[in-house]
C-alpha cells in the first residue's frame, strides 16, 4: 500500500510576506555600510598603501580583482545552499533568494575577469593569462550563465527553481574537480610565465585594505539581493493579500495565500 | 530494474537501426569540425600534431552534446517517457540506460572512427593508441553528463545550446585529464597520472549523474 | 460539492484506490475543487468535467505521474496502475507489435507472441502487426494503444483517459467489451470520456469535477 500526500508547504521558514518589509527597512542600511566600507578600503589601498617594488601603482587593481573574485566563489556556494534549501524543504524563499544572488554573483565573476586582464596588462603586456585561478574564474562565469540561462528557459516557476537547484548543486560539487584540473592542465603546459595572479606580498596595511573592501562587497552584495528578492517575491505573490498592501492597492476578493 | 534498463536499450539500439542516417550524423559532424582545424590553422604537420589531441576531443564532446538533445525529445512528445515513468523506480534505470544507449550509438562510434583522423594529423602510433584509450574513457562522461543536461533541458525550447552550456563546463575535467593523456604520449612522456585521474572521474560521474538525472527527470515530468 | 461516491461501496480498505479531498494544480492554478472517491474492485469510475477542469491532471496523479496539491492517494496493491494517455506511446520506427510487446515489457507483464496476437486480433488490427506504426491511421493507432489493455489480464487498477476516442461504433464497442471484462474479473477503471460510456455492467460510477471555491 502507498499513500501520495502533498508535499506543498510542509515547512515555512519564512513567510515572503514578513521578509518583504523587513528587507526593505535593511537595504539603506546595507547600502550606507557598503559605501563607507568601500570608500575607506579604496583610501587605503590607492592612496595610502606603499607602491610595490616590482608592479609599481598598476598592482592596486588588486583590492578590487580578489574581493570580487572571493565573492564571486562564495556566492555561488550560497546560492548553492539555498536553492537546496528551497528544493528540499520547498522554501519558497529560499527558491527566492537563490534566484536573486545568482545574477550578483555574475557580476562579481565579471568584475574579477575584468580586473585580472586591467591588472595583467600594465604589469605582463597581455591582456589575458590562462592561468589556473584566471581560467577558473572563467568557467565559473560559465556556471553562473547556464544557471541564469536554465532557469530563465523554464516557465513554471516551481520547475526553474528545483532545476536550477540540482544544477547549482552539480556544479558547486564539481567546482573543487574542475579547479583541480585546471591547475593540473595549467603546471603541465608551462609556457605561460609568471601569473599575475602573484599577489605582491603583503603588507599588514593592504590586507587591511583587501578586507575591507571584501566586506564593503559583502554589504553591497546583501543590498542588492535583497531589492532584487523583494522583486521577485512581489512577482510571485502577485495575487496575494501582502502584495497587493505593500504596494498600496486595495485588494477586496484574495486573501492572504501565503 | 535491471530488466527495465535492459529493454530500454535494446529498444533504442532497434530504432537506431531503423535510422542509420539520423544516427550517424554525429559522426558526420564529428568529421566535419574536426577537418576545419587544418583549414583554419594551416596544414604544417608539426602544428597538426601538437593540435590534434585537443580537436579531436573537443570536437568528440560537441558532436556528444549536440546528439544528445534527441535523448528524451521523441520520447517525451509521443508519451512514451510517460509509460516509462510508470514504472516503479525507474528513474535510475532510464536515466543509466538513456546514457548507455547513446555511447553505444555516438560514443563507441567516435571512438572507432578517431584513429583515422590521428592519421589525417600525423600522429605517431602510441599516440593514437592513446587517443583510442582516452575516448574510451571519456566518451561514457560525456553521454553521462549529456544525459543530465537532456533531463534538465526536457521539452524546453532553446534546446541544444542550452544544453551545451550548461554542461559543458562539467566536462572540463575529462577533456583536461583525456587530451592530456595523449598530449603526455606524444611528448613520450608517461600518460599514467593522466588515466588514473580520467578513470576516477569516470567512476564518479558514473555513480552520481545517473542519479542527478533521475532526479532532473523527476523534476521536468511532476 | 463533495463527491463521496460511497453508497453501498465495500469497506477502504478492499478498496484499489482511495482519494481522500484530492486538488490538484498545474501551473500555478488549481484545478478543481476537493474530490473524495473509492474505487473499488470490480467498479468503473467515470470521471466527468468541463474542458480544462483537469481530468488528465487527476488520471496522471493517480498513476503517480504528477504530485497532489492538496489531499492523499491511498493505493493498495504493490503493481503501479496501467495508465492509457491521451498520447499511444507508439514509436513511429518500430512494428505494431514490436511496440505493444515493448509496452507490455514495461509494465513488467510477461510477454507471449500468442498474447500479443490475440490482443491484436480483438482490436482488429491483426493484419498490421508487422506494419510501421508510422504507416498506421490515427485511429489504427489507438486501436494499437488499446490492445494494451487486451493483453493484460491481471485485476490491476486501469486509468483510461479518453479510451473511446478516436474510434469508430465497432472500435467502442469492442473497448467497452475489454473494460467490461476487466472489471467483472475484478479488476478497477478509473476512466474519462466526454463521449456516453456504453457499459451496463457494472454501471460506472460518477465522479464530477468540480470548479474550485474562490480562495
Known amino acids: ?258 | 530494474m535491471s530488466t527495465t534498463f535492459a529493454v530500454l536499450v535494446a529498444r533504442d539500439l532497434r530504432l537506431a537501426a531503423r535510422r542509420r542516417i539520423d544516427a550517424a550524423l554525429p559522426i558526420a559532424f564529428f568529421t566535419v569540425a574536426v577537418s576545419l582545424f587544418p583549414l583554419g590553422v594551416g596544414p604544417e604537420p608539426q602544428t597538426l600534431r601538437q593540435i590534434a589531441p585537443g580537436v579531436v576531443w573537443v570536437a568528440a564532446l560537441l558532436a556528444a552534446m549536440l546528439s544528445v538533445t534527441q535523448l528524451y525529445a521523441t520520447d517525451l512528445a509521443d508519451g512514451s517517457l510517460e509509460q516509462m515513468l510508470l514504472v516503479p523506480d525507474a528513474r535510475l534505470a532510464i536515466a543509466a540506460a538513456k546514457a548507455a544507449s547513446h555511447w553505444l550509438v555516438t560514443g563507441l562510434p567516435l571512438v572507432v572512427v578517431a584513429p583515422v583522423f590521428g592519421l589525417m594529423f600525423d600522429m605517431s602510433g602510441e599516440a593514437i593508441a592513446a587517443l583510442v584509450a582516452s575516448l574510451v574513457l571519456g566518451t561514457p562522461v560525456l553521454s553521462l553528463l549529456g544525459g543530465l543536461g537532456a533531463a534538465l533541458t526536457l521539452g524546453l525550447r532553446s534546446g541544444a545550446v542550452l544544453l551545451i552550456l550548461i554542461i559543458v563546463p562539467l566536462c572540463i575535467p575529462a577533456l583536461i585529464f583525456g587530451a592530456g593523456a595523449v598530449a603526455a604520449v606524444d611528448a613520450g612522456q608517461s600518460a599514467r597520472g593522466h588515466y588514473s585521474l580520467l578513470g576516477a572521474v569516470v567512476i564518479f560521474t558514473a555513480v552520481l549523474a545517473p542519479i542527478a538525472t533521475a532526479a532532473a527527470l523527476r523534476i521536468a515530468t511532476e | 460539492m463533495d463527491e463521496r461516491q460511497t453508497a453501498g461501496a465495500p469497506a477502504a480498505s478492499d478498496a484499489a484506490i482511495v482519494v481522500r479531498e484530492l486538488q490538484c494544480r498545474r501551473g500555478d492554478r488549481v484545478l478543481f475543487a476537493p474530490t473524495s472517491f473509492v474505487v473499488a474492485p470490480g467498479s468503473i469510475v467515470w470521471v466527468r468535467g468541463a474542458n480544462g477542469q483537469g481530468k488528465t491532471t487527476l488520471l496522471r496523479t493517480l498513476a503517480g505521474l504528477s504530485v497532489p496539491a492538496a489531499g492523499e492517494i491511498v493505493r493498495n496493491g504493490a503493481r503501479p496502475p496501467l495508465y492509457l494517455a491521451h498520447a499511444n506511446a507508439l514509436k513511429d520506427d518500430l512494428t505494431v507489435a514490436e511496440s505493444l510487446r515493448f509496452l507490455v515489457q514495461l509494465a513488467g507483464s510477461s510477454v507471449e507472441a500468442a498474447a500479443i496476437d490475440a490482443a491484436l486480433e480483438r482490436l482488429g488490427v491483426a493484419s498490421r502487426r508487422n506494419a510501421f506504426v508510422r504507416t498506421l491511421s490515427q485511429g489504427q493507432r489507438r486501436r494499437v494503444a488499446l490492445a494494451r489493455l487486451a493483453a493484460q489480464r491481471e485485476p490491476l487498477p486501469w486509468l483510461l483517459d479518453e479510451p473511446f476516442d478516436a474510434l469508430d461504433t465497432s472500435g467502442v464497442a469492442v473497448v467497452a467489451d475489454v473494460i467490461a471484462e476487466h472489471a467483472r474479473r475484478g479488476g478497477s477503471v478509473v476512466l474519462t470520456s466526454h463521449l456516453p460510456v456504453p457499459i451496463d455492467a457494472p454501471v460506472p460510477t460518477v465522479v464530477q469535477l468540480h470548479e474550485p471555491a474562490m480562495a
Not at chain 1, 568601500?38 to 587593481?61: E, F, H, K, S, V
Not at chain 1, 562587497?217 to 495575487?239: G, K, Q, S
Request: avoid cysteine; aromatic fraction near 14%.
Open chain 1, 1 to 258: 500500500m502507498s499513500t501520495t500526500t502533498s508535499r506543498l508547504r510542509l515547512y515555512r521558514f519564512a513567510s515572503p510576506a514578513t521578509f518583504y518589509p523587513l528587507a526593505g527597512k535593511l537595504v539603506p542600511w546595507f547600502a550606507a555600510v557598503a559605501a563607507i566600507l568601500a570608500a575607506w578600503g579604496l583610501w587605503l589601498g590607492m592612496l595610502r598603501a606603499p607602491t610595490d617594488a616590482t608592479q609599481g601603482d598598476a598592482y592596486r587593481i588588486i583590492f578590487i580583482h580578489v574581493p570580487a573574485a572571493w565573492m564571486s566563489m562564495l556566492l555561488y556556494v550560497v546560492m548553492a545552499f539555498w536553492a537546496a534549501v528551497g528544493w528540499a524543504f520547498n522554501a519558497r524563499l529560499a527558491s527566492v533568494v537563490a534566484r536573486a544572488i545568482a545574477p550578483t554573483g555574475a557580476m562579481f565573476t565579471f568584475l574579477a575577469l575584468w580586473t585580472g586582464a586591467l591588472w595583467g596588462k600594465p604589469t605582463w603586456g597581455t591582456w589575458w593569462v590562462w592561468d589556473a585561478r584566471l581560467t577558473s574564474e572563467l568557467i565559473l562565469l560559465f556556471l553562473y550563465a547556464g544557471y541564469l540561462a536554465l532557469v530563465s528557459a523554464i516557465d513554471d516557476p516551481r520547475r526553474a527553481d528545483r532545476a536550477g537547484a540540482l544544477l547549482a548543486i552539480v556544479g558547486s560539487v564539481n567546482v573543487p574537480i574542475i579547479y583541480f584540473s585546471v591547475v593540473w592542465w595549467n603546471t603541465l603546459h608551462q609556457g605561460a610565465s609568471v601569473s599575475p595572479a602573484a599577489a605582491p606580498k603583503m603588507a599588514a596595511i593592504m590586507l587591511q585594505a583587501m578586507l575591507l573592501m571584501t566586506l564593503a562587497f559583502w554589504a553591497y552584495a546583501f543590498a542588492v539581493i535583497f531589492v532584487r528578492a523583494r522583486a521577485i517575491a512581489l512577482e510571485r505573490d502577485n495575487d496575494a493579500n501582502w502584495a497587493g498592501a505593500a504596494v498600496g492597492r486595495a485588494h477586496p476578493q484574495s486573501e492572504a495565500t501565503t
